[in-house]
């Protein structure tokens, strides 16, 4: 457009935007953007995740190989720190405090082992859950990817972890006369849905420490306390036969209970059905299902704040 001014010129003037009169919101709309670093759609989200499985496995075999890397027994330690464990509390709770009345020797030494593994498991998967962002902030800060990357694959560090130990675990049972049989072949799926409610819970964990720091120092108390109410050390039912039912009930369906004697039942042949809660497997199922996706949903709805402040 152009006009003849007072003394003769002629300006040019630009003519009305489209866009004229549009808000922020609308013209956002119009031309498809977004905002930067906006938090995307649970499907996008799942979508990205995916995207970036192979990142999320070699972090995690990365993060498993330098873990011992300074020490000179290297990866052994994997396996000898559980197991040195296991022998601290046989010796206090297995000889001196008798924990182990009611049960044989030959099953209450794999019954420890297997509950100080399969426990562990949880335990080192919520540890470094809670240290999975605020313990990662640079990372975290300088590269674009799902958040959820870095909790779950610190799970995955502890599943890889725990698959060798079992080795150890393995020669443990048969060591004390549990041979291999079809029910070993029910360890696979009590991994599995462990694993999935230990990605949910270490998922909440990351989202809670991002913000409070202090939240590591007291949740090895935590985890102290649900190791002891969870029965590693003795049998619940038998240590608690004194006792009103509904105790034992609460304490034998906590889902660390839950996955230990599933693993129990499983490998050691003198632990029966008759050593675990009604509808075992159903009660797995729900804490999987339920801790696996509210964990991921909430992680997920503060997916932006993650590393800023």
Do not use: C
């Amino acid at each position: 457009m152009s006009e003849q001014t007072h003394d003769g010129a002629v300006a040019v003037t630009a003519p009305p935007s489209p866009d004229a009169g549009l808000s922020r919101a609308e013209l956002a709309a119009k031309y498809g953007l977004s905002v930067s670093g906006a938090r995307p759609s649970l499907a996008a989200y799942v979508r990205q995740l995916w995207g970036r499985r192979h990142f999320i496995l070699a972090f995690s075999q990365a993060k498993l190989t330098a873990q011992y890397s300074q020490a000179k027994l290297g990866q052994l330690w994997q396996v000898a720190t559980p197991l040195l464990n296991a022998a601290v509390y046989f010796l206090i709770f297995g000889l001196i405090l008798n924990a182990g009345r009611g049960m044989d020797k030959d099953v209450y030494i794999p019954f420890l082992v297997t509950g100080v593994f399969v426990f562990t498991f949880t335990q080192t998967s919520v540890m470094a859950g809670v240290r999975a962002i605020a313990g990662n902030l640079g990372l975290v800060r300088a590269l674009h990817f799902p958040r959820a990357s870095l909790p779950i694959s610190f799970a995955l560090q502890q599943l890889q972890q725990l698959l060798v130990s079992m080795i150890v675990l393995f020669a443990v049972a048969i060591a004390f006369g549990s041979y291999p049989g079809g029910s070993w072949l029910l360890i696979a799926p009590t991994l599995a849905l462990q694993f999935v409610f230990n990605v949910g819970l270490s998922l909440i964990m990351a989202r809670l420490g991002s913000k409070t720091p202090d939240l590591a120092q007291l949740m090895p108390f935590v985890m102290r306390t649900w190791m002891y109410a969870s029965g590693v050390m003795f049998s619940i039912p038998i240590m608690l036969k004194d006792k009103p039912a509904w105790i034992a009930d609460i304490l034998m369906y906590n889902p660390a209970a839950i996955y230990m004697d599933l693993i129990r039942f499983s490998l050691i042949d003198g632990y029966t059905a008759s050593n675990l809660p009604e509808h075992v497997w159903f009660a797995a199922l729900i804490w999987a299902v339920l801790v696996g996706a509210a964990g991921f949903v909430y992680f997920w709805k503060a997916e932006e704040r993650y590393g800023r402040g």
